[in-house]
């Protein structure tokens, strides 16, 4: 079974709106962590925002918000106000586990959804 | 903060030759990971660093690859023998051991294997 699933290949929006991108994951492990990456055409990945399985709150940084479902399993992302320059891949991924110096934060990736920006 | 930085950014090579890919980490951070990422795909995988010792290898991780930190620094990661289907990006990343510690990544080493 898919760890990570994100089942939108390709989403497109128009300029300043907001958009959801989806990511559900399956664990039996009640510690794990949920992570949001960026990628661009560049290549880089860029960290974006972080939800652990005990956090009683969703997370916030900036524009970009983690809609955390824990009983289905899901942990999509939120990004307002869209901007061109938010056109990029975007993986959701997991540590499975907590943190341990044995395994540092070993992440499994979702396959990545596409954002198309419009204006 | 410098960032994560790979080298080189790019490797054309031929069939059954060896390569090597460099990663140097975030200064202050003393985890350090490798992944391999396929077109299409999200990364995977490969090996991580705390400090100088290799503590997990992934199986995708066969004989012919190879890393090392061995100052607990920057770290390389070679292929021997290289085959078509090392063809990737692979990504070089970095953490400071804490519960909450996003991985930093390099903008990663593309190798095609021709």
């Known amino acids: 079974a898919q760890k990570i699933t994100q089942t939108q290949p390709g989403m497109f929006v128009q300029e300043k709106e907001a958009v959801t991108l989806d990511c559900t994951y399956d664990?039996?492990?009640?510690?794990?962590?949920l992570f949001w990456y960026k990628q661009p055409s560049s290549g880089e990945m860029i960290f974006l925002i972080y939800?652990?399985?005990?956090?009683?709150q969703n997370a916030t940084e900036g524009r970009y918000s983690l809609n955390f479902q824990k009983a289905r399993k899901s942990a999509n992302l939120v990004i307002s106000a869209s901007q061109l320059g938010d056109s990029a891949m975007y993986f959701c991924a997991m540590r499975e586990g907590e943190e341990r110096e044995t395994s540092g934060s070993r992440l499994t990736f979702g396959e990545g959804t596409q954002l198309t920006v419009n204006p | 903060d410098t960032g994560v930085s790979q080298d080189p950014r790019h490797k054309i090579t031929k069939r059954g030759q060896n390569v090597t890919f460099r990663c140097d980490p975030i200064s202050e951070h003393n985890r350090l990971y490798w992944y391999r990422q396929t077109l299409g795909q999200g990364p995977e995988f490969l090996t991580y660093?705390?400090?100088?010792?290799?503590?997990?290898k992934s199986r995708l991780l066969s004989d012919r690859f190879s890393a090392e930190r061995p100052k607990g620094s920057f770290s390389t990661l070679e292929i021997q023998r290289t085959e078509q289907g090392d063809s990737a990006m692979y990504l070089c990343?970095?953490?400071?051991?804490?519960?909450?510690?996003?991985?930093?990544f390099g903008n990663g080493t593309r190798l095609t294997v021709t």
């Open positions: 660093f705390q400090n100088e010792a290799q503590l997990e």
């Open positions: 990343a970095s953490s400071w051991g804490t519960e909450y510690s996003p991985l930093h």
């Open positions: 664990t039996s492990d009640p510690s794990y962590g």
């Open positions: 939800q652990g399985s005990y956090d009683q």
